[in-house]
């Protein structure tokens, strides 16, 4: 039997949806760039929605800062559109927040591809070693 999703799951994930069509329509300012929204939790008592963002291109922390205080500063029109869409009795009060775990992955990701480099290296070393003369070994 499949695992039924509670109703601030699906609510999240219908936000997700719609707010991704508003902002690319509705948003209009340049300081924005091209967000993606990754996850929406919203409360369980549905009057709030952490909305948690990445920015495409951007990896200047004052910009990315930047990105989310215009969004913040347009929750409230964005909240209004999201009533006009949604079939909800009240829209949750909307805060974004930068999600750093694209970054953390990326990151973690370089470090296992050079950790993986570094062994093969090391593992192709001692097999050269092995290779020598007795009188060539250290």
Not at 19 to 44: C, F, H, M, N, Y
Not at 45 to 52: C, L, R, Y
Not at 76 to 99: I, T
């Amino acid at each position: 039997m499949a695992k039924e999703y509670s109703r601030t799951q699906r609510i999240g994930d219908q936000m997700q949806r719609e707010l991704a069509q508003l902002i690319r329509r509705e948003v209009k300012d340049p300081r924005v760039g091209l967000v993606t929204i990754t996850a929406v939790d919203v409360s369980r008592d549905v009057g709030h929605a952490k909305i948690f963002i990445t920015v495409m291109g951007q990896d200047n922390p004052d910009d990315i800062a930047q990105s989310i205080k215009v969004l913040n500063a347009a929750a409230g029109f964005l909240r209004m559109q999201l009533a006009r869409e949604m079939k909800l009795r009240s829209v949750p009060q909307l805060h974004f927040h930068y999600d750093e775990s694209v970054v953390r992955g990326a990151h973690l990701s370089a470090l296992i591809e050079r950790a993986v480099a570094e062994d093969s290296q090391h593992v192709d070393g001692a097999a050269a070693q092995d290779n020598l003369p007795e009188d060539a070994r250290e």
